[in-house]
């Protein structure tokens, strides 16, 4: 008999990359897309989908942020999927957000708290990293070390502590994403922003146009 397969075995053998859906393959996907579907720094497997904010950055555009002096820092986020589970309750409030692993290394803890204390900017690419980052933060903005449980479910009325500004993609209606984006940007700036993208044409889901929120 043969013995079981592990979770990542059965994902392997038959799990197929979540390509959004104007991809015309994504029942039938390519070899190459398992490479694709996923960020250049890409370390431990967990989540259930690209941070779609990071497809962006290639290697080459990763040293020319340094070269320019941009500090780069990493953590994890294993997303689950609740995170795109739409909002179906009356209010958002009565939305339950799932709790998702997050790792804060003690390195970025402290590259936070140093830019913060030299009056620098903390850029968080995508909304998991946003979602970590406040999640890990004290009342003062400092991060606390180490793997935890993150069940931040940021909506508008939120008081960000840790991130100053945002790249990050066109997110779904009734979507958490998108009620992240609008409690960092203001609802009504968001909707500009999203009425540009919806008229010049631009790609939601994970393949799609990003936007930088300063």
């Given at each position: ?8 075995e ?33 370390v ?13 950055f ?8 340094r ?9 994890t ?13 009356l ?55 180490g ?49 540009h ?18």
């Amino acid at each position: 008999m043969e013995a079981p397969w592990s979770v990542d075995e059965l994902l392997d053998r038959h799990g197929l990359p979540p390509l959004p859906p104007y991809i015309d393959r994504h029942e039938a996907p390519k070899p190459e897309d398992r490479e694709r579907y996923q960020t250049v720094y890409a370390v431990s497997r967990g989540s259930v989908a690209a941070p779609t904010a990071g497809l962006h950055f290639t290697p080459s555009l990763l040293d020319q942020l340094r070269s320019a002096g941009v500090e780069i820092h990493r953590l994890t986020l294993h997303v689950g999927p609740g995170t795109f589970r739409p909002i179906t309750a009356l209010s958002v409030e009565e939305h339950r957000l799932a709790s998702e692993t997050a790792v804060v290394p003690a390195e970025t803890a402290k590259a936070v708290e140093r830019a913060r204390s030299e009056g620098r900017r903390v850029i968080a690419v995508g909304t998991t990293t946003t979602r970590t980052l406040e999640w890990s933060a004290d009342a003062n903005g400092r991060l606390r070390v180490g793997p935890g449980e993150a069940d931040l479910f940021i909506r508008p009325g939120h008081r960000f502590r840790v991130v100053d500004a945002l790249v990050t993609n066109f997110h779904l209606p009734r979507s958490t994403l998108l009620l992240l984006v609008s409690a960092f940007a203001g609802r009504e700036l968001v909707m500009k922003a999203y009425a540009h993208a919806v008229a010049s044409g631009y790609r939601f889901y994970s393949y799609g146009d990003a936007m930088l929120i300063l």
